[in-house]
């Protein structure tokens, strides 16, 4: 997913895979936010998203899923409240995890750059709020981040 190659991700809730969620891969900056990419996710929640831009040091990269269904409530059919988040920052890693971690980890840093699911802000302040979410959240795996496990915030 570092928009010129395939890469395998998932969004998961509620201790599982979301199932039919639309994922969408934005690019950010001071102008309104630009759609890259648009997947849904497999029976296990897997995606991929490919695209040929290459984004510019002034933007940011994210990832939106809406909808679907959790696997761990089958038959409750498609969930149009789902919602995740997960800030990429410049360049996306190999792989990503939505849930409720990294939506929450993405919101904290850029609650002042959100309308919506839409992102925009000044280059620099998307820079420094992207650079904060692998703090929160680990982006692979959708666990706790770096300073969240440092000793001196762990108990």
Not at 23 to 39: G, K
Not at 96 to 115: C, K, P, R
Not at 145 to 153: E, R, S, V
């Amino acid at each position: 997913m570092d928009c010129s190659a395939r890469r395998a991700s998932q969004p998961s809730g509620r201790g599982g895979a979301v199932a039919g969620s639309t994922v969408t891969l934005w690019v950010a900056s001071a102008a309104e936010p630009r759609q890259l990419a648009q997947a849904r996710t497999g029976a296990y929640g897997r995606f991929d998203l490919a695209t040929d831009v290459t984004p510019g040091d002034d933007t940011s990269l994210y990832v939106v899923a809406n909808g679907g269904e959790a696997t761990v409530g089958k038959g409750s059919g498609d969930n149009p409240a789902i919602a995740f988040l997960t800030v990429l920052g410049n360049k996306a890693p190999d792989r990503v995890t939505l849930n409720e971690m990294t939506t929450v980890a993405s919101v904290w840093t850029h609650i002042q750059f959100l309308d919506g699911t839409a992102i925009k802000g000044h280059a620099l302040s998307l820079k420094i709020a992207a650079g904060n979410v692998p703090s929160f959240v680990d982006l692979p795996t959708g666990r706790w981040g770096t300073a969240i496990q440092d000793p001196l915030n762990s108990g």
